[in-house]
């Protein structure tokens, strides 16, 4: 077998990952018994069965039902532990890390559990070599009334949430429905981020740009049918974060080898790779890398280039910017200086 740098190593930065999307069947079914609920299928294994997907509907439908689970700000601060745990064995250097509040406020569950729960956890992780921020998305399939009042729910809490995404259906729901929401937001000098261009059209991406004012897009993999648009996303140096295996398992491609991936990073795109779902579609940001190197066949450059543009897209500072890129220039180092 040829010699394949190991990815794991590759000090990365993740951007698109939903904390929600992290939750184990195992876990599903460790916090319904500590929460006395049923849980939402018979056993572990059939929960996972059940994990094939015709679309991001069909996704979101099994992800919405099985966050009843969570409950507790413990419950909350338990998911993010296990999450930022595994990011040491994933190379993740700095996380940012998606939350859906307005799914637990329709189960009764306050924001102050949420957020006070999550960032405990990223808290306790925070060191020298690892850090991690908050994002909080409005789903974009309830009403821009909803999407206001869940911000101003979170303003007490705003010194532990960096900034504000769109998550959830797609199409139908463009992301002109939220300007004002996304106004008040850059008025409080959060960041701003939106999903565009998963299942929905090229036009959502330009709307999330002019009309939200976002400074990265989540996916963006249909831009690359709009030429235009193309030459924008890189000449404005504009980051998309990408999810391979979740673009897979949602069939926005037919397999890992038609991904569009090679095609983004040969038009000069700053691409990045990241999980969206992890505990749902077969692997964290590691797998993700994994799966294109080896179904794209992508070069150690390649490998190089998505890791640094995932720390220049990140919400980061210049000084641990420049040293997260020299690291990533220095791979593969062998990992005592000896070789
Ligand atoms: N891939 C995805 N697209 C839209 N909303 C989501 N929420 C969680 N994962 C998502
Ligand atoms: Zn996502």
Known sequence: MSHTPNVAGLPKAELHVHIEGTLEPEMVFAL????????????????????RFRDLQSFLDIYYANMAVLRTERDFHDLAAAYLARCRDQGVRHAEIFFDPQA???????????????????????????????????????????AAETLRLAEPFLDRIVGVGLDSAEVGHPPSKFAEVFRRAHALGLRAVAHAGEEGPPEYVREALDVLGVQRIDHGVRALEDPALVARLRTERIPLTVCPLSNVRLAVVPEIAAHPLSRMLAEGLVVTVNSDDPAYFGGYVAQNF???????????????????NSFEAAFLGDERRAQLLAEVAAWPSPPDGSG
């Open 32 to 51: 319904a018994e500590r929460n006395g609920i049923a849980p939402p299928a018979p056993t572990v294994a059939e929960l996972r069965a059940r994990y």
């Open 104 to 146: 637990h406020l329709a189960r009764g569950v306050e924001m102050g559990t949420v957020v006070r729960g999550l960032a405990a956890a990223l808290e306790a992780a925070r060191t020298d070599e690892f850090s991690a921020e908050l994002i909080m998305c409005f789903l974009r399939d309830q009403s821009a009334e909803s």
């Open 290 to 308: 994994a799966a294109v190197r080896d179904g794209l066949g992508l070069s150690t450059n390649d490998l190089r280039r998505l890791a640094a």
